[in-house]
């Protein structure tokens, strides 16, 4: 099995900053994709970043510019550095993974970590 432990999210104020960790630990033999979703009440879940295992990184047009992911292979941990966060950024922001895990490709969700951008 896999496991993702979330963490960094909180209460911010309008223009301030946060940054969401996603460590993977378990049967992993190699990371091909990693990425961040977010969901807020009363919407579907959509894309905020992603990273390929080649480094190409790819952004939702709202928050380019603002946000951006990286990763620390070492650690099999992917981050989401966030600035100059907006009350639209509130929601929960999900990691997204997929791994090479016994031979077979498969994807992992992490348990969610609430943002909440607000005065």
């Known amino acids: 099995q896999v496991q993702l432990v979330e963490s960094g999210g909180g209460l911010v104020q309008p223009g301030g900053s946060l940054r969401l960790s996603c460590a993977a630990s378990g049967r992993i033999f190699s990371i091909n994709y990693m990425g961040w979703f977010r969901q807020a009440p009363g919407n579907q879940r959509e894309l905020v970043a992603e990273i390929t295992n080649s480094g190409t990184t790819n952004y939702a047009d709202s928050v380019k510019g603002r946000f951006t992911i990286s990763r620390d292979n070492a650690k099999n941990t992917v981050y989401l550095q966030m600035n100059s966060l907006k009350p639209e950024d509130t929601a929960v922001y999900y990691c997204?993974?997929?791994?090479?895990?016994?031979?077979?490709?498969?994807?992992?969700w992490g348990q969610g970590t609430q943002v909440t951008v607000s005065s």
């Open positions: 997204h993974i997929y791994v090479y895990s016994d031979y077979v490709l498969k994807n992992y």
